[in-house]
T-cell receptor
């Protein structure tokens, strides 16, 4: 158990819909990362938040957005869903702020299937 | 921009064979290096990591990796694989605040 909690574990929704994925980081971790793992794209970095502020942005579509709340949990919002958005979405967390060498721990992922 | 290359997309070995998975990265500054493993149907788990010091690092389950700075490489090795090592292996490089993954290597170990 990495200590990173993601919900829901599985989600099936229709095209055009909107979903929210939730992530609770490990206790004490200030940074939250979102990754998308699809069959053809591998593991893609989407976005990182640190203590409530966006810190880095990767290959995140405009239809997707995220935020980190004061209690440090994070949500990834996916809207106008397309079939190609079907993937495993990972959340990860790290301590940050304590030097360069921080390990990032991953949650179990949320399986999103768009039909 | 940093990038990570894993040269082998799919490796098939018999049990007891030796394993070496290649990982090369491009970034000129200080990096931290990781190998993550994803067993079928499970989440990513940290296998081993290199931050500084001895470039030969040992991880869980008998895995080790060697950081060769001059070659920008961090290859993963195991002397004798087991069927239970069947999984996908991801190399990752961290610089500043971003962690970049390679495309992954699927390892299949035949019993």
């Amino acid at each position: 158990d990495s200590g990173v909690t993601q919900t829901p574990k599985h989600l099936i929704t229709a095209t055009g819909q909107r979903v929210t994925l939730r992530c609770s980081p490990r206790s004490g971790d200030l940074s939250v990362y979102w990754y998308q793992q699809s069959l053809d794209q591998g593991l893609q970095f989407l976005i990182q938040y640190y203590n409530g502020e966006e810190r880095a942005k990767g290959n995140i579509l405009e239809r997707f957005s995220a935020q980190q709340f004061p209690d440090l949990h994070s949500e990834l919002n996916l809207s106008s869903l397309e079939l190609g958005d079907s993937a495993l979405y990972f959340c990860a967390s790290s301590v940050e702020g304590q030097g360069h060498g921080n390990t990032i721990y991953f949650g179990e992922g949320s399986w999103l299937t768009v039909v | 921009a940093q990038s990570v290359s894993q040269h082998n997309h799919h490796v098939i070995l018999s049990e007891a064979a030796s394993l070496e998975l290649g990982c090369n990265y491009s970034y000129g500054g200080t990096v931290n290096l990781f190998w993550y493993v994803q067993y079928p149907g499970q989440h990513l788990q940290l296998l081993l990591k290199y931050f500084s010091g001895d470039p030969l690092v040992k991880g869980i389950k008998g895995f080790e990796a060697e950081f060769i700075k001059s070659k920008f490489s961090f290859n993963l090795r195991k002397p004798s694989v087991q069927w239970s090592d069947t999984a996908e292996y991801f190399c990752a490089v961290r610089s500043a605040r971003q962690l970049t993954f390679g495309s992954g290597t699927q390892l299949t170990v035949l019993p």
